[in-house]
């Protein structure tokens, strides 16, 4: 099933990297993996996958590792989804 995560917060860090954490409206996220910036296609590369994950009425809110050359272009808002044909 293809990803989509919608970003509600952004978290800038010096030490293991920017933060974001978000719903994860569908699919799975696994660290290493690559997501599109919805819109744009940009590449986002997701270093790590938080598995303190709880669940809402609206998904699973879950914090992901991005990696720092990608993360300024992800802000509260976004949404990242899977590349197509995955």
Same mark, same amino acid.
């Given at each position: &099933? !293809?990803?989509?995560?919608?970003? /509600? +917060?952004?978290?800038?860090?010096?030490?293991?990297?920017?933060?974001?954490?978000? =719903? =994860?409206? +569908?699919? %799975?996220?696994?660290?290493? %993996?690559? =997501?599109?910036? $919805?819109?744009?296609?940009?590449?986002?590369?997701?270093?790590?996958? +938080?598995?303190?994950?709880?669940?809402? $009425? %609206?998904? =699973? /809110? @879950?914090?992901? /590792?991005?990696?720092? %050359? +990608?993360?300024? &272009? @992800?802000? !509260?808002? #976004?949404?990242?989804? #899977?590349?197509?044909?995955?």
């Amino acid at each position: &099933m !293809a990803v989509r995560y919608q970003v /509600q +917060d952004t978290f800038p860090r010096t030490t293991g990297g920017p933060r974001v954490t978000g =719903l =994860l409206l +569908d699919g %799975e996220i696994r660290g290493g %993996e690559t =997501l599109l910036l $919805e819109g744009t296609g940009t590449p986002v590369r997701v270093l790590s996958f +938080d598995w303190h994950t709880r669940r809402t $009425e %609206e998904g =699973l /809110q @879950v914090g992901l /590792q991005l990696h720092p %050359e +990608d993360a300024p &272009m @992800v802000t !509260a808002g #976004s949404t990242l989804v #899977s590349p197509p044909g995955t």
